[in-house]
């Protein structure tokens, strides 16, 4: 017998020796039930298409949310020492200030905080609540301009000006400005308290 | 447990052979070929966790099919007294499979043609009638049979093509 005969001779034994439909359709059917059984995580809810999508939606949602209270913390001058997002404004202000790395940069910062804090300060006195906290911290705000004061940059032409700014800031009384009269008007102050 | 897609993709590939090596070692009898090829493939679904397509991808299933034939065989008080006496373990199962294959196709098998070739596959030395059977008979490309047994694709080939001319000769 030749090889080739050999060869043609096995490949027909294989070819015989094929499982039947019936009983592949049996044996799945058991292994499939087994699979189900032990509860395959690709069947689990967690493992789902849409439970993943809808933790990725809600994911981004808080991300964006995160940084719109954030932003508003940051910039709205009625977050005060008595609101839930003080803390959150003043992690900020804390990266904001250490991010500063010159002298004038420095400065610029204590200045537009100084400026912040007496924003809150006016809010604070229109609803009749207390300034005691913002006006240390505006206190304590010039105590470090003072100090940065000291190191400004010289040889920038930027300093004469940002010195005549500190000056006129330091100058000015540790007490905010008294509230607008018309701020005062559409303020919600109750109307006994405003004829006392 | 791994997915459950990734298993019914491995029992797809692995179906045939698995039951193709089973049949022709336990005397061709489909009744027989069918029970152990369920009972290898509800073990393989026990263990898939342990399976690493990246190591070999027939191996693991093709271990556990012989595990199970050498112990249908004990179980039907047909001792493979040769196989125990041996002690180095790849010997053994070549030897084993020599047996299971001699005495399916050789002895159990009415067909003239079929007997022949059980009588040209025992002329081969172990190892190459264990290469020839993967290739030809039980139907495994030349890269499986390479990883299942630990040899390069092309060092299978030569070797597949030289036992072929070498039983050329002989007969």
Known sequence: ?196 | MRDAREFEAFYRRHMDRVYRFLFFRCGQDRAIAEDLTSDVFLKALDHFDAYDPSISRSAWIMTIARNHLINFWRARKETLSLVEEKTDGEEAILEADRLLLARSLLHQSRDVAVRELAWLLGLLPAKDRELVTMHYLDGYGYKDVAAAVGMTETAVKVAVHRALKRLRSSV
């Open chain 1, 1 to 196: 017998m030749n090889s080739w005969l050999f060869r043609a001779r096995l490949r027909l034994a294989r070819r015989r020796a094929v499982p039947s439909r019936p009983f592949r359709r049996r044996l799945w059917g058991r292994l499939s039930a087994t699979l189900q059984a032990r509860r395959v995580p690709s069947s689990v809810w967690y493992r789902t298409r849409g439970f993943r999508l809808a933790i990725s939606s809600f994911s981004s949602l808080a991300v964006c949310a995160s940084f719109a209270t954030g932003a508003y913390a940051y910039a709205s001058p009625t977050v005060g020492p008595d609101s839930i997002l003080y803390p959150v404004k003043r992690q900020i202000e804390t990266v904001e200030e250490r991010l500063q790395r010159t002298p004038n940069a420095k400065a610029e910062f204590y200045l537009k905080t100084i400026r912040k804090r007496e924003s809150e300060a006016v809010v604070e006195r229109i609803e009749h609540k207390s300034t005691r906290m913002t006006e240390a911290e505006i206190k304590s705000l010039k105590t470090r301009l003072r100090t940065v004061s000291a190191k400004l940059d010289r040889d920038d032409p930027a300093t004469a000006d940002l010195e005549v700014r500190i000056r006129r800031r330091l100058e000015k009384p540790d007490r905010g400005p008294r509230p607008d009269a018309t701020l005062l008007k559409s303020s919600s102050v109750p109307k006994d308290r405003n004829r006392r």
